[in-house]
């Protein structure tokens, strides 16, 4: 079964850089792109990084992303108490024909 | 601006379809893509299907037989259907609209640029 997995938590002090995985396989992140959403509280999910490193307009440049093979992450620096949130991975499955999210990452600015 | 709103029942019986519909403005649904997820509470996001105003469409595996998405160009609205409902359909339900994307070296790419706020519906009796 395809499946795209990330780290229910990360945290971090304002100021410092954090990141988050995604890690899948073959025939999910390794096949297609990643694009990333953000999730503030009480919120519709927002979209952050698209074709694995590509910013919308109006996104700070403190966030960024990567893909190596049948991983990607996601850099936040410069963290601010606003980016708390939750952030999300997501891909497209060939076999699957299906939009398939990473279970979530709950950030926490210390 | 692109703006989407859902609207629908808050609750459905279990065993009867649950029916929304997203209205769009800023933009014609015409020549685009839009898609329905949705959110558990305390949960992660699933994505249900989408649809093209072509006629082209894609339903999650898990939720195939249960899923309708249809668009209506004279109201620029899209629809969701989700039959036979449960307890598990219970969800907080976004629509948006996606940008599909594909170069022979990255592959393929879904990507959802506009949402709307969405909206609890709740199955139970």
């Known amino acids: 079964q395809a499946v795209v997995t990330q780290s229910p938590s990360a945290s971090g002090t304002p100021g410092q850089r954090v990141t988050i995985s995604c890690s899948g396989s073959?025939?999910?992140?390794?096949?297609?792109?990643v694009d990333w959403y953000q999730q503030l509280p009480g919120a519709a999910p927002k979209l952050l990084i698209y074709?694995?490193?590509q910013r919308p307009s109006g996104v700070p440049d403190r966030f960024s992303g990567s893909k190596s093979g049948a991983s990607a992450s996601l850099a936040i620096s410069g963290l601010q108490s606003e980016d708390e949130a939750d952030y999300y991975c997501?891909?497209?499955?060939?076999?699957?024909?299906?939009?398939?999210f990473g279970g979530g990452t709950k950030l926490t600015v210390l | 601006q692109v703006q989407l709103q859902e609207s629908g029942p808050g609750l459905v019986k279990p065993s009867e379809t649950l029916s929304l519909t997203c209205t769009v403005s800023?933009?014609?649904?015409?020549?685009?893509?839009w898609t329905w997820i949705r959110q558990p509470p305390g949960k992660g996001l699933e994505w249900i299907g989408h649809?093209?105003?072509?006629?082209?469409?894609k339903y999650n595996p898990s939720l195939k037989s249960q899923v309708t998405i249809s668009l209506d160009t004279s109201t620029n609205q899209f629809s969701l259907n989700l039959t036979s409902v449960s307890a598990a359909d219970t969800a907080m339900y976004y629509c948006?609209?996606?940008?599909?994307?594909?170069?022979?070296?990255?592959?393929?790419?879904?990507?959802?640029?506009?949402w709307g706020q969405g909206t609890l519906v709740t199955v139970s009796s």
């Open positions: 948006a609209r996606v940008v599909p994307e594909k170069d022979f070296w990255s592959g393929y790419s879904f990507y959802f640029d506009f």
């Open positions: 800023g933009v014609s649904i015409n020549g685009y893509y």
């Open positions: 649809s093209h105003y072509s006629g082209t469409t």
């Open positions: 073959s025939s999910t992140i390794g096949s297609n792109t």
């Open positions: 074709r694995n490193n």
């Open positions: 997501a891909t497209w499955v060939d076999s699957l024909n299906v939009v398939l």
